[in-house]
Structure formats: C-alpha cells, structure tokens
C-alpha cells in the first residue's frame, strides 16, 4: 500500500516554544491531508483538513492561530503547534488521501510537552 | 455522519477465527462500511472495506448484513500481532466526503 511518513517521529520541548510536525505522501500525490490527535487510551480526534494549495478546514474548538496546517505541495503538509503547553502534549497523526479517496496514515509523532 | 457501535473489548485465543461486529443501523445508500485497526504507539491501518456484498482480502473477510445495518469483521486465524484497536468507520460515498470519524472502536486481545 500507500506510504506515508511523519517526521520527527517523538519530540520533546519546552513550554513556550513552536513545534513543527511534518507529513509526507512518499509514492502518490495526496490532494487531501488529515490532522488527527488521540489522548492516552482515547480515538483520534480529527483537527483539520488539508487541501494542496488553500486554507485548512479546522473542526470545531480546534484553534487555528495555535495549530499551523500548510500544505505547499502535493507531498508534504505540516503542523506546527505554536507556545506550546503541556495540554497539547499527545500523539499526532496525520493521513493522506490519493484521488481515489482511500486514506493512508501516517506512524505518528508523539508529542510531549515539559 | 452515519453512527457506529462496536463493543469496547473483544478477547481471543491464538489461531481461532475471530468475529469483530459493528452496528450501523442508520447507514444510508452512498455509505461504505470501512475497517481500520491501530496497534499501539502507530498509525492506523486499513484492513477492508466494502458496499453491500462481502468481502475478502489477505488480511480478513467483510460479512456485511444483508439490510446493511450491521457488519462483522472476520479474522479467520488470530495471531498475536493482531491484537490492536478495530475501528468501523462508514464514509459517504459521494466522493467528496472523506473525513474519517473514529469511534472508541475495540480492543482485541490475543491471548497465546
């Protein structure tokens, strides 16, 4: 199947700072990106869609000034989390969608906030 | 979006069949009936999916009821790299409703 990647796969910063996650479609062009986060023993909660070239679509209470989705290319959309705090510390998924609609997801990046 | 329900946990023993069921009862026409599983720590992976009739792949079969409100999930002989979190999701079929809402899905336990 499908691959896509996440980079960097753990990270760990200091409250305050920005952290950037970034996803990569390897062997098609995703025309769609998805952003999920899952709590410890809880489901993935979708954040925001991603469209190549145009605005992300965020879900409702997900702040868009505080979670960054760009999606430059085809291959590649990133996350940044902007003043992190240890709220935000979870495990972020990202998944990429070809034109046929299938989905294929990312391994994660887990986040951690100190 | 068209609900799910999944029982919270299921348990199994090593090389038995095991049957994963989802309620659906509000699917409409367009849904399709898509599976996922997500093992610790990692991203979630497509299993099968399918539309009215069953399905079969390397990985499982898709029995899908014949009014469609319910599915189940069959893994003919679990293993223990099987033990994951199972998530029926359905997904309009339309073409331009993609977004994947997970439920609390089911937690499969393998026991050797």
């Known amino acids: 199947g499908a691959v896509v990647s996440q980079h960097p796969s753990r990270v760990i910063c200091k409250s305050g700072t920005s952290v950037k996650i970034e996803c990569r479609s390897l062997d098609f062009q995703a025309t769609t990106m998805f952003w999920y986060r899952q709590f410890p023993k809880q489901s993935l909660m979708l954040m925001a869609t991603s469209n190549e070239g145009s605005k992300a679509t965020y879900e409702q209470g997900v702040e868009k000034d505080k979670f960054l989705i760009n999606h430059a290319s085809l291959t590649l959309s990133t996350l940044t989390v902007t003043s992190a705090h240890p709220e935000d510390s979870s495990f972020y998924i990202c998944s990429a969608s070809n034109r046929g609609g299938e989905q294929y997801f990312g391994p994660g990046t887990r986040l951690t906030v100190t | 979006d068209a609900k799910t329900t999944q029982p919270n946990s299921m348990e199994s023993n090593e090389e038995e069949p095991v049957h994963l069921p989802c309620n659906h009862s509000?699917?409409?026409?367009?849904?399709?009936i898509h599976w996922y599983r997500q093992l610790p720590s990692q991203g979630p992976e497509y299993v099968i999916h399918?539309?009215?009739s069953n399905v079969n792949n390397r990985m499982a079969s898709l029995a899908i009821a014949e009014d469609r409100k319910s599915s189940t999930l069959i893994l003919h002989r679990a293993t223990l790299r099987d033990a994951a979190v199972y998530y029926c999701?359905?997904?309009?079929?339309?073409?331009?409703?993609?977004?994947?809402?997970f439920g609390k899905g089911t937690l499969l336990t393998v026991n050797p």
């Open positions: 509000t699917i409409s026409g367009t849904d399709y």
């Open positions: 399918g539309l009215t």
């Open positions: 999701i359905l997904i309009g079929g339309g073409g331009s409703n993609y977004k994947l809402t």
